[in-house]
C-alpha cells in the first residue's frame, strides 16, 4: 500500500483549494452551494492560513496531494471542513485522512477546544459513514438552507 503523507497547507496550495471547493460534488454537498469566485476565494485562502484558530493540512500520495482537512475554532468547538480530490474518491481516503489528521492537530494546536464536530448534508452518505467509522457521535440533525446536516461530535479526550 502506498504511504499517505501530510503537510500544512502554504500559500501555494491556494489553486488546489480552489479547483478541489469549486469541485460539483463538493459544492452539492457544501451548506453554500453556489460556485466560489476566485478573488474571493484567495482572500478566504490567505487569510485562514493566518488565523491562529485554524489549522489545514493536505494529505498525499507519491508526492500528489490528493486530500485536505481543515480545523477551524469556533466556540469550543474544532469544526472540520475536509474533501477527497474527485480521482480518490471511493477508496477509503477520508477515513484514512480524517484519522490522522485529528491525531497531528490534537498534538499540534495549543489552544482550548472541548470537542471535535463535523457537519454533513444528510444525503452526503459517504462522508457520514467516515465520521461514524471514527466513532464521531450523531448529536443532532440542523436544517440548513432547507437541507437537513447531521451533526457529529467527537470529544477531545475520545481515541480515534
Avoid at 469566485?37 to 485562514?48: D, V
Avoid at 494546536?109 to 470537542?115: A, E, I, L
Wanted: glycine letters at 4%; aromatic letters at 12%; a positive charge.
Amino acid at each position: 500500500m502506498t504511504k499517505i503523507t501530510h503537510r500544512k497547507a502554504n500559500e501555494e496550495d491556494v489553486m488546489l483549494y480552489f479547483n478541489w471547493a469549486n469541485d460539483v460534488a463538493v459544492r452539492q454537498n457544501a451548506i453554500s452551494t453556489e460556485p466560489i469566485l476566485l478573488e474571493n476565494h484567495q482572500k478566504w485562502f490567505f487569510s485562514r492560513l493566518e488565523r491562529l484558530s485554524t489549522s489545514m493540512y493536505i494529505f498525499e500520495k507519491e508526492n500528489t496531494a490528493f486530500g485536505q482537512v481543515r480545523f477551524d475554532i469556533e466556540g469550543d468547538s474544532a469544526i472540520i471542513d475536509y474533501s477527497i480530490d474527485k480521482k480518490y474518491r471511493g477508496q477509503g481516503l477520508g477515513s484514512k485522512i480524517l484519522e490522522l489528521a485529528i491525531d497531528i492537530f490534537k498534538k499540534e494546536f495549543t489552544g482550548d477546544y472541548k470537542n471535535i464536530t463535523g457537519t454533513v448534508k444528510e444525503s452526503n452518505i459517504p462522508s457520514a459513514k467516515v465520521f461514524e467509522r471514527l466513532d464521531f457521535e450523531l448529536k443532532a440533525r440542523q436544517t440548513i438552507k432547507g437541507e437537513v446536516y447531521k451533526i457529529f461530535v467527537l470529544t477531545k479526550t475520545k481515541k480515534i
